[in-house]
């Protein structure tokens, strides 16, 4: 019945041909230097939705500060309320009233990227760990709306483990997604937060990859973290990568699609990118488009571990089946660093 639904909201709103970006909301980065000394950097994947900016939002100067002060460095925002980086060698016209109510014409593709240079970057003045990033938008009404994001600038020798969020994290897709927004937080397996906890004291960093918008992204994080264990065990932070999209894109995904390993694939690529030697160590998914994701960036199979709603975790590679206290167990021989 709910996935009925959605089919008939997705044909509705394809029919009106509509904006569904809704949402605001930002991915996180992940930065390296690379063996020229170079900084390098994943997408900044940044969407200002209709709920926020009603007004046509292409042309709108987005504004960066990192760690509470401002860069110079500065996005725009395209018809979709997608943020960009202008290729061109032009200097960005101020943000006018006439522009906000007519909009401006989108550039061409070529002329626009998501991905910042190594200049850039240089210009954010960014710290090795954990920097907080702020995108902000001032609308000729003069209101301010702004989204953030982590930048976590890692070290070249920095290894991940991939983990998908809902049925993964949470006990199932579809109500780990709906409890946590209804105020029942605990839809999780229990031990999963001692598991990624034991995980990161072993040396590695914990890289969230989900099919949610982005414009859930704040949300999703405050679940995500938030989420607490007895003996003081808490759930790692660690970037969150969602789908570039709306609510309603997402879903088409899922459930029309059915392919969200595309975008999976895609954004472990970007990042596998940054480093020499491939830093995906491990992952765990509930899902076959975790498992083809997982295997397509030569993730080792006895390294890829899948989720069910019992809380039972099955290595793909030997096919062992355990429960999260034997699985625990096994965290120093399967994540010894070599």
Not at 301 to 310: A, Y
Not at 326 to 332: A, K, N
Request: charged letters at 20%; proline letters at 4%; aromatic letters at 8%.
């Amino acid at each position: 019945m709910m996935k009925f639904l959605l089919l008939i909201l997705l044909v509705l709103v394809n029919e009106l041909e509509a904006d569904t970006n809704f949402l605001t909301g930002a991915n996180d980065i992940i930065v390296v230097k690379n063996e020229d000394g170079y900084l390098e950097g994943t997408p900044f994947s940044v969407l200002f939705g209709k709920k926020d900016i009603w007004l046509p939002r292409s042309g709108h100067i987005v504004s960066l500060k990192v760690n509470g002060e401002v860069v110079p460095v500065s996005m725009t925002l395209n018809s979709e309320g997608q943020a960009y980086f202008s290729t061109l060698e032009t200097r960005q016209s101020q943000y006018r009233f006439w522009s906000a109510l007519l909009g401006m014409t989108d550039p061409l593709p070529q002329h626009v990227t998501d991905t910042a240079t190594p200049a850039q970057l240089d210009k954010l003045d960014l710290k090795m760990g954990e920097n907080m990033i702020e995108f902000q938008v001032t609308t000729a009404s003069g209101s301010r709306i702004s989204t953030q994001a982590t930048i976590f600038m890692l070290n070249s020798t920095q290894k991940f483990v991939v983990s998908d969020i809902d049925g993964t994290v949470t006990r199932s897709n579809l109500r780990g997604f709906l409890l946590p927004a209804l105020g029942l937080s605990d839809w999780k397996h229990p031990g999963v937060v001692q598991l990624y906890s034991k995980i990161e004291d072993e040396g590695y960093k914990i890289l969230y990859l989900t099919s949610r918008a982005v414009g859930q992204s704040e949300d999703t994080k405050e679940y995500l973290f938030d989420l607490r264990e007895a003996g003081g065990y808490r759930m790692p932070v660690g970037p969150v990568l969602m789908q570039v999209n709306s609510v309603l894109d997402t879903v088409k995904t899922e459930v029309i699609d059915q392919d969200p390993e595309v975008q999976k694939i895609a954004k472990l690529a970007r990042v596998r990118g940054l480093f020499t030697q491939n830093p995906l160590f491990a992952g765990y998914g509930n899902q076959d488009s975790d498992m083809t994701a997982y295997k397509a960036l030569n993730i080792d199979l006895d390294r890829i571990f899948r989720m069910d709603e019992s809380s039972l975790i099955t290595n793909i590679g030997s096919g062992l089946k355990l429960n999260f206290t034997e699985h625990i167990q096994d965290i120093p021989d399967i994540y010894q660093i070599n």
